[in-house]
């Protein structure tokens, strides 16, 4: 015979399992405030590479501009020297175009030089910021992974206290009918008890067949509502209401037995729902 304390235990297990299931729910949530920061840092290292490797290039072309204005300065000069040994018109012509020629290389390997020496000069500050960018980040980042761990922690504790609680009060309770009770609870939001009134679940609103009605008032043992799956009780209607017994459309205890199959197909389809939303 299902009691009032036996309705009272499980309300108060109703209670402990949905803040448990609460506390798993952010247990598994918390260390994803973390990605936002941890993708942020990605970027920024990644930058940090990138410019990096844009400063070992640029420095490379740096030193092949200054060996090839090297070698246009000496060939300008050596030319310029020749100047003096010459005895004929097309010699003269010959070297003042290598001359000429020489020093329009100069005057762009020291322009393409002055570029890549001001491009050298941002990259090193750009280097210089990012490096304080991240040692910054890292540092933020410790600290909050070390505030979350210690949260996580808190809850696992807070967890455990409630599954000891939990425990206690099953002890005497059929296993599968608080598996059962468990499940409910997570894919209804909290409730997994609810009174029926007249023949109406007051879970679902839906109308029962009297005679399933009358077995949950009777109270022999504990029944689940074939539409919502939750646990029933009869409550007595308030002074004045009248107990709502719909003769039609209420069919008959046979006709619960295709819904009770139904009923455990939505209820694993639920639970398997807020499994990928819990993992998500």
Do not use: W
Not at 73 to 86: G, H, L, Q, S
Not at 163 to 173: F, H, P, S, Y
Not at 226 to 231: A, D, H, T
Request: hydrophobic share 30%; charged share 45%; proline share 1%.
């Amino acid at each position: 015979m299902v009691t009032e304390n036996d309705l009272n235990k499980l309300r108060t297990l109703q209670e402990i399992i949905y803040e448990k299931i609460g506390l798993e729910k952010n247990i598994q949530e918390i260390p994803k405030l973390l990605s936002t920061q941890e993708e942020l840092l990605t970027r920024i290292k990644k930058t940090f590479i990138e410019k990096n490797q844009d400063y070992e290039r640029i420095k490379t072309e740096e030193g092949d501009l200054r060996n090839k204005l090297f070698e246009a300065e000496t060939a300008r000069e050596k030319a310029e020297k020749n100047m003096d040994v010459i005895s004929t018109q097309r010699e003269y012509e010959a070297l003042d175009k290598e001359i000429r020629d020489a020093k329009e290389k100069e005057q762009q390997f020291r322009k393409d030089l002055q570029q890549r020496e001001r491009i050298l000069v941002e990259l090193d500050e750009q280097i210089k910021q990012h490096t304080a960018l991240i040692e910054q980040q890292e540092k933020e980042l410790e600290e909050r992974r070390k505030k979350i761990e210690e949260e996580i922690e808190q809850k696992r504790k807070q967890v455990d206290a409630l599954r000891e609680k939990e425990n206690n009060l099953t002890e005497n309770l059929d296993s599968e009918m608080v598996f059962k009770f468990e499940r409910i609870i997570k894919n209804k939001m909290g409730i997994g008890i609810v009174a029926i009134k007249g023949n109406v679940c007051m879970g679902c609103h839906m109308i029962l067949p009297i005679q399933f009605a009358n077995q949950v008032r009777i109270g022999e043992e504990f029944i689940f509502c074939p539409y919502c799956s939750r646990i029933l009780y009869f409550e007595e209607s308030a002074e004045g209401e009248e107990d709502y017994f719909n003769t039609e459309d209420t069919g008959s205890l046979s006709d619960l037995d295709d819904m009770e199959d139904e009923e455990e197909e939505e209820e694993d389809e639920e639970e398997e729902k807020l499994t990928n939303d819990f993992e998500e």
